[in-house]
């Protein structure tokens, strides 16, 4: 019981030195200013400009936590495939499995960072033209299970007729 008290007190204390008195204060000033005001901006979870729009991992997600948007104006990526789409992770329905990332074409297909990811991962800048120019050596069944969850299909058009 005596350690008890011990253990409450000392809480008190160190509790109320920190409050008054600033000690221990592991966050910055500004960043509790902007916590404090509501204006911190959560991070990009899209990287919009490498991202093919093709709706795989809207597709893949099990909580429906990625909804894809219309694009204002279509951009053609390359010849027979334009987006038109793209995606907005919705983070009160994320439930971090990471499907999004993992069916991503970009990390599926070419090994990098994928252009959704429900956690920072920090700036994503692959020039997808030239990514979608270079062959890629992957299996048919791969490719099958990859293309079950895109929402454009043109790109099993293409390898079929390559």
Do not use: W
Not at 109 to 116: D, H, P, Q, R, Y
Request: proline share 5%; hydrophobic share 40%.
């Amino acid at each position: 019981m005596k350690n008890l008290i011990r253990i409450f007190l000392d809480g008190i204390i160190n509790n109320t030195k920190r409050i008054i008195f600033a000690s221990d204060r592991v966050t910055d000033m500004e960043l509790r200013s902007k916590i404090l005001e509501g204006r911190v901006v959560p991070t990009e979870k899209v990287a919009e400009q490498s991202c093919i729009g093709c709706g795989g991992c809207s597709n893949a997600c099990p909580t429906k936590a990625i909804e894809m948007v219309d694009l204002p104006e279509p951009v053609e990526l390359m010849e027979g495939l334009v987006k038109d789409k793209i995606p907005v992770l919705n983070s009160l329905k994320c439930v971090n499995c990471y499907y999004c990332h993992d069916f991503c074409p970009l990390y599926a297909l070419f090994g990098e960072a994928g252009t959704i990811h429900p956690n920072d991962v920090g700036i994503v800048e692959s020039d997808i033209s030239e990514l979608l120019d270079k062959p890629v050596k992957i299996s048919d069944d791969k490719v099958a299970f990859i293309s079950q969850y895109l929402a454009d299909s043109t790109i099993l058009k293409k390898r079929k007729e390559n």
